[in-house]
């Protein structure tokens, strides 16, 4: 089977949640005999992956001068009142670099699927599957999230024309697609509420590279950032300029880390990815930016603390603390998604002050957490890429049968 998967371009390495999907959705369906080329945005090549390994393609000089009209569509996307920080995910639409590149490798190669990440990459796509007019190709939308209500929620400059534009295009993308693939039955239920056919959507959960896990090197991380043996590593990831995740460092550092301080506890953050907010630098605190090796880095840590309140899709986060054994504390909407269960694969905690008294828990008596990282350990392996792979086959096999 062959798949030509259309998405954003910021994926190597990959840093956030969304670029670990992509990569290891690409990784892992070639493993399983599927040939997959990646087709990333704003870029003059092209990925295939074979047998798990992956070719770096540069187009022909034709499609590689193709001008980039992202100028005029800023100011499209602008005037519809799409937020800044999100035209990265809606420059699609419009991009003439990669809808003619799209439709170059779909005339060029015989695919059986067309996959878009993200609703907007549906029209480049759409577009792709239209050039083989005689052949039968299938296309599919991954929805990370619902966009127009993660964006409506995240971000503080978007207005009511601006989420009722993006409720639009989702739509729209949803329409074009032969079928659409949320992350979690929350995710599905929302787009069944905007009016999308039931038939039309179907659930396969984020996943976790698990052969990521293994050999991992925890203590070379906590001697090379110079954290004592003694300290207890609070640890949380993400993309900091997402609002969600930026709350949720802040509440880490400033109420749960300055509370424990206070109490006499030697604790320290360890907070992993891009964009980190500078204003909480203090001492304790590791902001690290982005990091290839993330699993050495969840390694290094003793918690890990999930206090999200705002998001959708599946938090692939608390996957990869799963992965890495570690105890989890964390929000009901931090493990959404996932069918944890709390007191078993992960501890619940609502408020700040519920946070501080696991931890001094944990101070007192490591015992209960260490077993909570190993059913957390358990229950991910359900999770490993290669299941959601096969996922995705048997899907495509329905379609195209």
Same mark, same amino acid.
């Given at each position: 089977?062959?798949?030509?998967?259309?998405? #954003?371009?910021?994926?190597?390495?990959?840093?956030?949640?969304?670029?670990?999907?992509?990569?290891?959705? /690409?990784?892992?369906?070639?493993?399983?005999?599927?040939?997959?080329?990646? &087709?990333?945005?704003?870029?003059?090549?092209?990925? $295939?992956?074979?047998?798990?390994?992956?070719?770096? @393609?540069?187009?022909?000089?034709?499609?590689?001068?193709?001008?980039?009209?992202?100028?005029?569509?800023?100011?499209?996307?602008?005037?519809?009142?799409?937020?800044?920080?999100?035209?990265?995910?809606?420059?699609?639409?419009?991009?003439?670099?990669?809808?003619?590149? /799209?439709?170059?490798?779909?005339?060029?190669?015989?695919?059986? +699927?067309?996959?878009?990440?993200?609703?907007?990459?549906?029209?480049?796509?759409?577009?792709?599957?239209? $050039?083989?007019? #005689?052949?039968?190709?299938?296309?599919?939308?991954?929805?990370?999230?619902?966009?127009?209500?993660?964006?409506? @929620?995240?971000?503080?400059?978007?207005?009511?024309?601006?989420?009722?534009?993006?409720?639009?295009?989702?739509?729209?993308?949803?329409? &074009?697609?032969?079928?659409?693939?949320?992350?979690?039955?929350?995710?599905?239920?929302?787009?069944?509420? +905007?009016? @999308?056919?039931?038939?039309?959507?179907? $659930?396969?959960?984020?996943?976790?590279?698990?052969?990521?896990?293994?050999?991992?090197?925890?203590?070379?991380?906590?001697?090379?950032?110079?954290?004592?043996?003694?300290?207890?590593?609070?640890?949380?990831?993400?993309?900091?300029?997402?609002?969600?995740?930026?709350?949720? &460092?802040?509440? +880490?550092?400033?109420?749960?880390?300055?509370? &424990?301080?206070?109490?006499?506890?030697?604790?320290?953050?360890? /907070?992993?990815?891009?964009?980190?907010?500078?204003?909480?630098?203090?001492?304790?605190?590791?902001?690290?930016?982005?990091?290839?090796?993330?699993?050495?880095?969840?390694?290094?840590?003793? %918690?890990?603390?999930?206090?999200?309140?705002?998001?959708?899709?599946?938090?692939?986060?608390?996957?990869?603390?799963?992965?890495?054994?570690?105890?989890? +504390?964390?929000? %009901?909407?931090?493990?959404?998604g996932i069918n944890a269960k709390d007191g078993v694969q992960y501890i619940r905690a609502e408020r700040d002050e519920d946070f501080v008294r696991y931890?001094?828990?944990?101070?007192?008596?490591?015992?209960?957490?260490?077993?909570?990282?190993?059913?957390?350990f358990k229950f991910v392996q359900q999770y490993d890429w290669s299941n959601i792979a096969r996922l995705y086959i048997k899907l495509y096999q329905n379609? @195209?049968?």
């Amino acid at each position: 089977m062959r798949i030509l998967l259309i998405s #954003r371009g910021d994926v190597f390495p990959p840093f956030h949640g969304a670029a670990s999907r992509i990569v290891n959705t /690409a990784k892992y369906l070639s493993k399983e005999s599927c040939e997959v080329f990646f &087709l990333p945005s704003q870029s003059d090549k092209y990925y $295939v992956f074979r047998k798990g390994e992956i070719e770096e @393609i540069q187009f022909s000089p034709f499609l590689r001068d193709i001008k980039s009209n992202i100028g005029k569509i800023d100011s499209i996307l602008e005037r519809m009142e799409i937020p800044k920080e999100d035209h990265i995910l809606y420059r699609p639409l419009l991009a003439r670099d990669i809808i003619l590149r /799209a439709m170059a490798l779909s005339f060029n190669n015989d695919f059986d +699927i067309i996959q878009a990440e993200f609703p907007a990459f549906a029209i480049p796509a759409f577009l792709a599957k239209k $050039v083989r007019i #005689r052949r039968k190709i299938k296309q599919v939308l991954v929805e990370h999230n619902v966009e127009f209500e993660r964006i409506g @929620i995240s971000s503080p400059s978007i207005n009511k024309k601006g989420i009722k534009n993006l409720k639009r295009i989702e739509k729209l993308a949803c329409r &074009l697609s032969d079928m659409i693939v949320t992350v979690s039955d929350n995710d599905r239920e929302k787009l069944l509420g +905007i009016g @999308i056919s039931g038939t039309k959507v179907t $659930v396969i959960p984020h996943g976790v590279d698990l052969e990521n896990y293994v050999n991992l090197q925890g203590n070379e991380i906590r001697e090379k950032l110079g954290i004592s043996s003694d300290a207890i590593v609070l640890f949380y990831h993400g993309v900091y300029d997402y609002k969600p995740n930026r709350d949720a &460092l802040f509440r +880490i550092v400033n109420n749960i880390f300055m509370s &424990l301080k206070q109490k006499g506890i030697n604790v320290v953050v360890l /907070a992993v990815g891009q964009d980190p907010p500078t204003e909480l630098k203090r001492e304790g605190v590791f902001l690290t930016g982005g990091v290839e090796n993330l699993p050495d880095f969840i390694d290094a840590s003793d %918690l890990c603390l999930v206090p999200l309140t705002g998001g959708g899709g599946t938090r692939l986060k608390i996957l990869e603390y799963f992965a890495a054994k570690k105890p989890v +504390i964390s929000t %009901l909407k931090g493990v959404e998604g996932i069918n944890a269960k709390d007191g078993v694969q992960y501890i619940r905690a609502e408020r700040d002050e519920d946070f501080v008294r696991y931890i001094e828990q944990y101070h007192v008596s490591k015992e209960k957490f260490l077993q909570i990282g190993e059913n957390g350990f358990k229950f991910v392996q359900q999770y490993d890429w290669s299941n959601i792979a096969r996922l995705y086959i048997k899907l495509y096999q329905n379609l @195209i049968s």
